[in-house]
């Protein structure tokens, strides 16, 4: 079994909330249909040590070319029995839906949308506290934006007019959280408004080497950008897991799987 880390942030904001201070926000992402025990067990027991208010999933909790679903669709089924789950799509739901394996997920997916889980799916929902409330946004990043190894184009950009026509207006006087999967969009995630952005995708970079950080991205450059850990832009901040499984590299060195807590803080002037 490989153990798991808690990686523990502390976020701040001015405008977050009275009601929501100490609000206890549970991230995990790119399962990959991994099972940490049967069941998943050691995962489920140390999402319940934290009992966090909410669970974000940043995507990719199956993997898109892999026949055991199960493993995720029953992990679901436990989170959602006792806490909100929120979730997004990643690259590999993404591929699921393609022809080649629609007909294999059809059932997975028939199952996940039966679930009390919240999926966003560029779109918006506000989670209520008392009277107050914080702004929750998924945005679900097209397929063509995940460049791989055999790509010709690799750096891709954005379109800088993406989260604009794909989200909900922004309030920027209110506490604005982002799930998106990849985190190499970063400065637009920034622009567009975002207080609080949750990414994984890139596993931490597989191989960790020490000072250096991550060693690959998963379309195969080195040394990624963003690869783990808090960022900061301006007033945005990102936070990026190393998440929980692997897809076609399934090896990790010095880069154990985690789970994400995060506590927010109403932060007085």
């Known amino acids: 079994m490989s153990k798991l880390e808690i990686a523990n942030y502390i976020i701040e904001n001015k405008k977050i909330p009275d009601e929501f201070n100490d609000f206890v926000i549970v991230q995990i992402s790119d399962l990959h249909n991994k099972s940490f025990g049967k069941n998943n067990i050691h995962l489920i027991n140390e999402i319940d040590k934290i ?118 207006l922004i309030n920027r006087n209110e506490y604005n959280i982002l799930l998106v999967h990849t985190p190499f969009y970063f400065e637009e995630y920034e622009k567009w408004g975002a207080d609080l952005i949750l990414a994984g995708h890139v596993h931490g970079g597989i191989i960790r080497l020490p000072i250096v950080g991550g060693l690959l991205s998963p379309n195969r450059h080195f040394f990624p950008k963003y690869d783990l850990g808090k960022y900061d832009k301006n007033d945005s901040t990102m936070i990026v897991t190393k998440g929980l499984g692997g897809s076609k590299v399934l090896v990790r060195i010095n880069c154990k799987p985690e789970i994400v807590k995060i506590t927010l803080k109403s932060k007085h002037y």
């Open 51 to 168: 009992n966090p208010h909410v669970i974000f999933i940043t995507g990719d909790i199956i993997d898109g070319e892999n026949k055991n679903f199960q493993v995720s669709l029953n992990l679901l089924k436990y989170l959602t029995n006792k806490y909100k789950v929120y979730h997004i799509t990643g690259n590999h739901e993404q591929k699921a839906l393609v022809k080649k394996y629609k007909d294999l997920y059809k059932e997975y997916f028939k199952e996940l949308y039966s679930l009390p889980a919240v999926y966003l799916d560029n779109e918006k929902i506000q989670i209520k506290k008392g009277k107050s409330y914080i702004n929750l946004y998924g945005l679900t990043i097209p397929f063509k934006y995940y460049k791989y190894l055999f790509d010709k184009d690799k750096n891709i950009k954005l379109d800088e007019n993406l989260l604009q026509n794909s989200l909900p």
